[in-house]
């Protein structure tokens, strides 16, 4: 983690920590059966209007100038985007509610940036290439399957609600991936890695689900139960 200077914090070590004692005492699992996917609000969730902010203690300071999107791997088409590259690309407008495994959700956040499918149209992944792998600039990594990152409302995101993503929400330029819990979109993003194997990432080895689908409760791997 050669990014992590002082002055853009240090790791909290306890907040991890808890977190991972969570994940292996399956906390906040609501264990409510049936099929939630027909009502909005995932269940264990409750609606925020807020935006809260969640990082590893690091808010990297992403300037135009350090910023490049590495996306690479086993693809047909490896690209390096410089912040300029990747703004001229065709852009996309979404709107997508968060789902945080902290159990608060947010709806009809407004997002533009560049689709997953035009990255995709771009680079051609190759038919092996089954796994994704994000890295982000604070030395942060998730997963996630191939077919979860070409969904269609799938963007890499420099604006929010008109406005470029702020510093502590991952600007200059943040993953959001809304069909699954917001860990899995990596803020701040640098590198983007097409795989055979499956990589877990920071919290998926510490206890996280590797898929993540709120509407199955997927917070956590391996959960004992009682
Ligand atoms: N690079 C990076 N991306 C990250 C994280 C992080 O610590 N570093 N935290 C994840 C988690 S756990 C959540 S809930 C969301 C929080 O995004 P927000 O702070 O914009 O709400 O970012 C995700 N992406
Ligand atoms: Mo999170």
Same mark, same amino acid.
């Given at each position: 983690m050669a990014d992590d200077k002082d002055d853009e914090g240090r790791i909290k070590e306890k907040l991890i920590a808890t977190k991972q004692k969570w994940a292996r005492d399956g906390r #906040? #699992?609501? &264990?409510? @059966? &049936?099929?939630?996917?027909?009502?909005?609000l995932p269940p264990g969730q409750r609606e925020v209007t807020n935006w809260p902010v969640l990082d590893l203690g690091i808010q990297p300071m992403v300037t135009a100038k350090r910023f490049r999107l590495e996306i690479t791997g086993l693809v047909e088409n490896p690209v390096t985007l410089s912040l300029d590259e990747f703004m001229a690309l065709p852009q996309s407008d979404m709107v997508s509610d968060i789902h945080c495994v902290t159990q608060w959700s947010r709806y009809d956040n407004h997002w533009q940036g560049v689709a997953a499918s035009t990255l995709l149209d771009l680079v051609k992944p190759t038919p092996e290439a089954r796994h994704v792998l994000f890295t982000a600039f604070d030395g942060y990594t998730t997963n996630v399957k191939r077919e979860v990152f070409s969904a269609p409302n799938v963007i890499l995101a420099h604006s929010w609600e008109g406005q470029p993503i702020t510093r502590e929400h991952g600007g200059p330029v943040r993953v959001v991936? @809304?069909?699954?819990?917001?860990?899995?979109?990596?803020?701040?993003?640098?590198r983007i890695e097409f795989s055979a194997v499956d990589k877990p990432g920071f919290w998926e080895v510490r206890g996280y689900h590797n898929e993540g689908d709120p509407w199955r409760e997927e917070?956590? &791997?391996?959960v004992k139960p009682g």
């Open positions: #906040l #699992l609501t &264990g409510m @059966p &049936g099929d939630h996917r027909a009502q909005r991936i @809304p069909d699954w819990y917001f860990w899995k979109s990596a803020k701040w993003v640098n917070r956590y &791997g391996e």
